[in-house]
C-alpha cells in the first residue's frame, strides 16, 4: 500500500539545523511531485517547498526561501528537506505530499508528520 513516512525532526536550538527525510513506497515515487507542508498548534497547514518529479524545478514559500533546500533522490524514492538558521517560528509538524494527475485521475498522498521543535 501507499506510505509516506516521514524522519528526522527533533528539538535544535534557535539558528541550528536539521534535515528531514521522506520515505515513499507503494507508488512511482518518480512519477509524482512532492512537497513539504507544516502545521503548527493552532494554526492551519501551510505550504513550505516543492519539487517536481525530475527534481529540476523547486520552489518555496517566502517564510523559508533561502533558509530551506528541498531535494530527491528517485533511485533511493526519497525526498529531503534540509533546513538551515532554524528559528522559533518554524516550529511545527513537518507532512510530506505526494500529487500527480495519473490517467486524468488526481492522485494525492500524505505521510503521518514528523515534529520539528525550536526552542532554547
Known amino acids: 500500500q501507499v506510505q509516506l513516512v516521514e524522519s528526522g525532526g527533533d528539538l535544535v536550538q534557535p539558528g541550528g539545523s536539521l534535515r528531514l527525510s521522506c520515505t515513499a513506497s507503494?507508488?512511482?515515487?518518480?512519477?509524482?511531485?512532492m512537497r513539504w507542508y507544516r502545521q503548527a498548534p493552532g494554526k492551519e497547514r501551510e505550504f513550505v517547498a516543492y519539487i517536481n518529479n525530475s527534481g529540476g524545478n523547486t520552489n518555496y514559500s517566502d517564510l523559508v526561501k533561502g533558509r530551506f533546500t528541498i531535494s530527491r533522490d528517485n533511485a533511493k524514492n526519497t525526498m529531503s528537506l534540509q533546513m538551515n538558521s532554524l528559528k522559533t517560528e518554524d516550529t511545527a509538524v513537518y507532512l510530506c505530499n505526494a500529487y500527480a494527475l495519473i490517467n486524468g485521475n488526481l492522485r494525492n498522498f500524505w505521510g503521518q508528520g514528523t515534529q520539528v521543535t525550536v526552542s532554547s
Open positions: 507503494g507508488f512511482t515515487f518518480s512519477s509524482y511531485a
